[in-house]
């Protein structure tokens, strides 16, 4: 494949408000996972993996975190003709109104995107977990003469509904497409997804939201044809299949949507189990984030299982266990955490800083002594003072408080909280 010929396109996505309050000073995509990376690395680099370095990114919504973070990360050797840019929403006089879905973020982007020189589109979502060879899914695209391709993947009855399911033929062209089907009409979309997916009680093809159109189509979709059509996999997409030869490209590795808090911390403490569905130690799939001059790790005393750390910490807890440890965080003596994601901090306190907070009881920058804290998600910069008890669970009613919310029974603690010594949830 000539990835000279492809121009992908990362969705920068909407207000995000399921994953509210992460989302509520940075958009979906600049949301830290793994504690050291952002959801928008993802597929970035699943990008570069694929020998494909031209890449936008379109952002509108709370954007200036993630704006900073593409800006200072990614950018390719003067010699290359590779790059990752920004195209913000932007009001224009014939069209005032910001992006409306995903069909119309890349309609209103065309104008720039038009000229560069491309004869595939990749089309990507910036808030899914996944490790995937784009430059099979394109030369699969080639090979069928395709005018588009969907990325589709094998899902299990519970969870069919949640998702576009799709039908195809033998040759894997989509014969037809329903969004987010009730239960009681399901048994009419099983497919043939092979006898290892049959196996796992996958019998359903989803869509992964992952589309290559071919240029000339894709203008005419969005130009023409369908003008005021918001969204592909609500209305691009199934008006397409009658008139268009649309393929599946079907992938079995692991993927998975952060569509709420529940799902992006499972998706996180998945990553301390001994083989990880997401496999952040692979030589061939590096996730690429931004390079911080960052000390190793100290770690002093505490009892580790299956915790991931990120460089430049200081714990000196007595157990972290189920967890990420995110970059620059502390972790006071005699604190015990349990399931959880701690984000770290952006920035270290200086002696100065930590005396002068002293004498205004303001909690030192990160977790402090004598802490217990379990199914908690505790966001960047958050000051969790001394003898702080948490324990998140299913005996908590969802909630939304100043300092913390809770969902699904996770304790998410928010950005820049101050929890001062003895608090309770």
Same mark, same amino acid.
């Given at each position: 494949?000539?990835?000279?010929?492809?121009?992908? =396109?990362?969705?920068?996505?909407?207000?995000?408000?399921?994953?509210?309050?992460?989302?509520?000073?940075?958009?979906?995509?600049?949301?830290?996972?793994?504690?050291?990376?952002?959801? !928008?690395?993802?597929?970035?680099?699943?990008?570069?993996?694929?020998?494909?370095?031209?890449?936008?990114?379109?952002?509108?919504?709370?954007?200036?975190?993630?704006?900073?973070?593409?800006?200072?990360?990614?950018?390719?050797?003067?010699?290359?003709?590779?790059?990752?840019? &920004?195209?913000?929403?932007?009001?224009?006089?014939?069209?005032?109104?910001?992006?409306?879905?995903?069909? /119309?973020?890349?309609?209103?982007?065309?104008?720039? =995107?038009?000229?560069?020189?491309?004869?595939?589109?990749? &089309?990507?979502?910036?808030?899914?977990?996944?490790?995937?060879?784009?430059?099979?899914?394109?030369?699969?695209?080639?090979? *069928?003469?395709?005018?588009?391709?969907?990325?589709?993947?094998?899902?299990?009855?519970?969870?069919?509904?949640?998702?576009?399911?799709?039908?195809?033929?033998?040759?894997?062209?989509?014969?037809?497409?329903?969004?987010?089907?009730?239960?009681?009409?399901?048994?009419?979309?099983?497919?043939?997804?092979?006898?290892?997916?049959?196996?796992?009680?996958?019998?359903?093809?989803?869509?992964?939201?992952?589309?290559?159109?071919?240029?000339?189509?894709?203008?005419?979709?969005?130009?023409?044809?369908?003008?005021?059509?918001?969204?592909?996999?609500?209305?691009?997409?199934?008006?397409?299949?009658?008139?268009?030869? !649309?393929?599946?490209?079907?992938?079995?590795?692991?993927?998975?949507? @952060?569509?709420?808090?529940?799902?992006?911390? /499972?998706?996180?403490?998945?990553?301390?189990?001994?083989?990880?569905?997401?496999?952040?130690?692979?030589?061939?799939?590096?996730?690429?984030?931004?390079?911080?001059?960052?000390?190793?790790? *100290?770690?002093?005393?505490?009892?580790?299982?299956?915790?991931?750390?990120?460089?430049?910490?200081?714990?000196?807890?007595?157990? &972290?266990?189920?967890?990420?440890?995110?970059?620059?965080?502390?972790?006071?003596?005699?604190?015990?955490?349990?399931?959880?994601?701690?984000?770290?901090?952006?920035?270290?306190?200086?002696?100065? /800083?930590?005396?002068?907070?002293?004498?205004?009881?303001?909690?030192?920058?990160?977790?402090?002594?004598?802490?217990? @804290?379990?199914?908690?998600?505790?966001?960047?910069?958050?000051?969790?003072?001394?003898?702080?008890? &948490?324990?998140?669970?299913?005996?908590?009613?969802?909630?939304?408080?100043?300092?913390?919310?809770?969902?699904?029974?996770?304790?998410?603690?928010?950005?820049?909280?101050?929890?001062?010594?003895?608090?309770?949830?």
């Amino acid at each position: 494949m000539e990835t000279s010929k492809v121009i992908a =396109i990362v969705l920068g996505g909407g207000a995000g408000s399921r994953l509210y309050p992460l989302t509520a000073s940075r958009s979906k995509p600049a949301v830290p996972i793994a504690g050291k990376y952002r959801l !928008v690395d993802i597929p970035i680099s699943n990008c570069i993996n694929s020998s494909l370095n031209r890449i936008l990114v379109l952002t509108q919504f709370n954007s200036a975190s993630l704006n900073r973070h593409i800006k200072n990360t990614y950018q390719f050797s003067i010699f290359s003709k590779g790059f990752v840019d &920004i195209l913000a929403a932007e009001q224009t006089p014939d069209n005032p109104k910001w992006f409306q879905g995903t069909a /119309d973020a890349v309609r209103q982007s065309l104008r720039h =995107i038009v000229n560069y020189d491309f004869e595939y589109v990749l &089309i990507l979502s910036g808030d899914q977990l996944y490790q995937m060879d784009f430059a099979e899914m394109i030369d699969n695209h080639i090979a *069928k003469g395709a005018d588009i391709s969907i990325a589709t993947i094998p899902v299990v009855e519970r969870d069919a509904p949640e998702f576009g399911i799709l039908k195809s033929n033998d040759e894997q062209t989509i014969t037809s497409f329903i969004e987010k089907p009730s239960k009681n009409i399901l048994p009419e979309w099983i497919s043939d997804t092979g006898e290892a997916m049959k196996a796992q009680g996958k019998r359903y093809l989803a869509s992964m939201g992952i589309y290559v159109f071919s240029r000339k189509l894709l203008f005419d979709l969005l130009e023409n044809e369908n003008k005021e059509a918001t969204d592909f996999g609500k209305e691009i997409i199934p008006g397409s299949i009658e008139k268009y030869t !649309v393929v599946s490209f079907q992938y079995d590795g692991y993927w998975t949507d @952060i569509g709420n808090i529940h799902s992006f911390f /499972d998706a996180n403490l998945s990553l301390t189990l001994d083989l990880p569905p997401f496999n952040l130690f692979d030589n061939q799939k590096t996730v690429y984030s931004h390079a911080r001059m960052l000390p190793p790790a *100290k770690i002093s005393g505490t009892t580790l299982e299956k915790t991931i750390i990120a460089e430049g910490s200081i714990i000196n807890a007595s157990r &972290i266990e189920n967890s990420v440890i995110g970059i620059r965080s502390r972790i006071g003596h005699g604190s015990t955490v349990v399931s959880c994601y701690i984000m770290g901090n952006d920035f270290y306190e200086t002696l100065g /800083d930590i005396e002068s907070n002293s004498g205004k009881n303001i909690p030192k920058l990160g977790i402090g002594d004598r802490c217990y @804290i379990k199914n908690a998600i505790v966001d960047k910069n958050c000051r969790i003072g001394n003898d702080v008890r &948490i324990n998140g669970g299913n005996h908590l009613s969802n909630a939304d408080h100043s300092l913390y919310s809770v969902k699904d029974g996770i304790v998410v603690i928010k950005k820049g909280a101050v929890l001062p010594d003895g608090f309770i949830i």
